[in-house]
Structures are given as structure tokens and as C-alpha cells.
Nanobody, 114 residues
Framework: QVHLVESGGGLVQPGGSLRLSCVVS????????MGWYRQAPGKERELVAR???????YYADSVKGRFTISRDHGKNTVFLQMNSLRPEDTAVYYC????????WGQGTQVIVSS
């Protein structure tokens, strides 16, 4: 079972930036698609970005142009660079495979507020 450890969240003002990290317990070479998901209070968890082993990416419309996902195979780590943050980006962010496995990490809280 893959273990996932997210970090990098925090409190940031609107317009600010954060970089999230997700350390994966097995080689990223063996995982075709990795994604970042988020769950805001009272809402369903949603996929916001995914990166495939062939370097293709996908972004939800709500984050397109502001977020960038990347994979570092040498470090077995997936990153999410988040720029121009908005209050509606406030959520707990998780990484997981796409489609997701049943094993989720603890997530990392992002709060965008002035």
C-alpha cells in the first residue's frame, strides 16, 4: 500500500503563493498518474491537478494558470506550486494516484485569508 505524506500548507494572504510537497513511499516511475486533490469545508473532495509519467498535465478550470504540478522521480515527490491564491482555494490538500487509491495521507491545510 502506498503511503503519502503531504506538507507545505499554511496561512497566506490573497495573491500569495505556497508550494506543497507530497512524498510517496514507492517509486514514482511505477505510478502513471499522480494528482493533487482538495476538500473545502462542506464540499466533496475534488481533483485540481494531475501529472502523468509522460509529462502530460491536467488542471481544473478553477486553478488553471495559477497552479503548477510537477513530479521529481529522484525524490519520489510530487509538488504543487500555487500562485495568486484566492480565498476560495482554502481547503485541505491531498495527493494521491489518479484514479485515487483508498489510502489517503493526512493532507495539508491551506488557508487563504487577509
Amino acid at each position: 500500500q502506498v503511503h503519502l505524506v503531504e506538507s507545505g500548507g499554511g496561512l497566506v494572504q490573497p495573491g500569495g503563493s505556497l508550494r506543497l510537497s507530497c512524498v510517496v513511499s514507492e517509486s514514482l516511475f511505477s505510478i502513471y498518474r499522480m494528482g493533487w486533490y482538495r476538500q473545502a469545508p462542506g464540499k466533496e473532495r475534488e481533483l485540481v491537478a494531475r501529472a502523468s509519467r509522460d509529462a502530460s498535465t491536467y488542471y481544473a478550470d478553477s486553478v488553471k494558470g495559477r497552479f503548477t504540478i510537477s513530479r521529481d522521480h529522484g525524490k519520489n515527490t510530487v509538488f504543487l506550486q500555487m500562485n495568486s491564491l484566492r480565498p476560495e482555494d482554502t481547503a485541505v490538500y491531498y495527493c494521491n494516484m489518479v484514479p485515487s487509491s483508498t489510502s489517503w495521507g493526512q493532507g495539508t491545510q491551506v488557508i487563504v485569508s487577509s
